[in-house]
């Protein structure tokens, strides 16, 4: 949905895979060793694993928002501005200085989902 990408827009998407990631250059024993691993960056995280979940973080690894499950369009842009807006809001307080880069939204469907997918809603 164009809205939706246009809302991403203010954010670095990253994709954690949980189940196993598609690296075909190296072993399947590493693909899962890193799956397990993403999976429990998640749970760190979250303290969930739903799938789909989308993670607001700023640039330092700070929570900013979570969400899991499937969440209709409108809800979702709401969570990423709200989210983006916690990141704006927070530039500069912690060390001073403002901090350039955008929002990263880990979970990996744009905001990354944990399954893998890069899609914003499902």
Do not use: C, W
Not at 7 to 24: C, E, K, N, R
Not at 47 to 59: F, G, K, L, R
Not at 90 to 117: L, M
Request: avoid cysteine; proline fraction near 7%.
């Amino acid at each position: 949905r164009p809205e939706v990408a246009e809302a991403l827009g203010g954010f670095v998407t990253v994709q954690l895979y949980t189940d196993v990631v598609p690296i075909q250059s190296i072993p399947r024993d590493a693909r899962l060793t890193l799956a397990e691993q993403n999976l429990d960056r998640e749970l760190k995280l979250t303290s969930e694993a739903t799938n789909p979940n989308y993670v607001i973080v700023d640039s330092d690894g700070n929570l900013l928002g979570k969400r899991g499950g499937k969440i209709p369009a409108e809800q979702f842009i709401g969570f990423m501005k709200d989210g983006l807006s916690k990141f704006k809001g927070s530039q500069g307080t912690a060390k001073g200085e403002p901090t350039s880069p955008p929002a990263k939204a880990a979970n990996s469907t744009q905001p990354a989902s944990s399954n893998g997918e890069r899609v914003a809603n499902r």
